[in-house]
């Protein structure tokens, strides 16, 4: 019997190059994230999302990441969250407004997909690798492409994340652009990303372990100026079964 080809995901690695050359190969302070935040959340509303909560359910990554966290102590370029705020967005369905989502409909978005989601096998993330995107520090995320497939399961499950999908010309499946990254430390604007290049550099090609994902979680994720960063809110928790799913009834 033949192995199993593992996924490619090589181009995890290449846009982690690509966005660390635009980001090293610029000059002056990075972007304010707060700025940017403010705009895109329509002033600090909570994002309603599939997520994982790293730094909450995984107590060795904590420690592993402490070394990066140490690195930029004290930099004026940077605001570092807590590490139980971590998280890896999986997919972000909107905000909490009158002109997008009520929370009475969030219920309706975790039990729509749970029946698909449950249908994925448990697997394991393999954390590392530093990059940069406009607003903020990131870690790199190995999850053999298990998450693309869950946003395609999803958004044939729900129709509110089908919509957002379809308006934002989104596919899914092979063409889904999504790359999954954990960001870890966030811009002020301030300062000179010179010396973010330099603490950082050391960290280019860390590698802070493999771990298991056994549920998928949704929630809201609401950081804003005034109290910062927030432990992420999970509102559900989706078992993965995999091949197990049929073999019973479940939620």
């Known amino acids: 019997m033949s192995e199993q080809t593992a996924p490619d995901t090589s181009h995890y690695a ?4 690509r966005d660390w050359e635009a980001f090293s190969s610029r000059s002056g302070s990075p972007a304010s994230h707060w700025e940017l935040w403010a705009e895109e959340s329509f ?18 990554l904590a420690e592993r990441i402490q070394p990066l966290f140490d690195a930029l102590e004290g930099l004026e370029e940077v605001e570092l969250p807590p590490a139980s705020f971590l998280h890896l967005t999986m997919l972000q369905i909107g905000f909490l407004r009158a002109a997008d989502i009520y929370w009475s409909q969030v219920e309706t978005f975790y039990v729509n997909a749970a029946p698909r989601l449950h249908r994925i096998e448990p697997f394991s993330i393999r954390i590392g690798g530093v990059s940069a995107s406009e607003d903020a520090l990131y870690l790199g995320v190995d999850d053999g492409l298990v998450l693309r ?10 129709p509110k994340v089908y919509q957002v999908f379809r308006e934002a010309g989104i596919e899914t499946g092979e063409a889904d652009p999504y790359v999954p990254e ?59 079964f995999g091949k197990d799913y049929r073999k019973g009834y479940h939620n």
């Open 149 to 158: 497939e869950a946003r395609r399961l999803i958004a044939l499950g729900v």
């Open 182 to 240: 954990v960001p870890f430390a966030y811009f002020t604007g301030e300062g000179d990303r010179a010396r973010v290049i330099e603490a950082i550099t050391p960290f280019l090609d860390v590698d802070l372990g493999e771990y298991p994902v056994s549920h998928i979680k949704m929630g809201r994720i609401a950081p804003d100026p005034d109290i910062h960063f927030p432990d992420p809110d999970v509102v559900a928790e989706i078992i993965l």
């Open 14 to 17: 290449e846009k982690r190059a």
């Open 43 to 60: 002033d600090w509303r909570p994002a309603i999302s599939f997520f994982q909560p790293v730094g909450k359910d995984y107590e060795d």
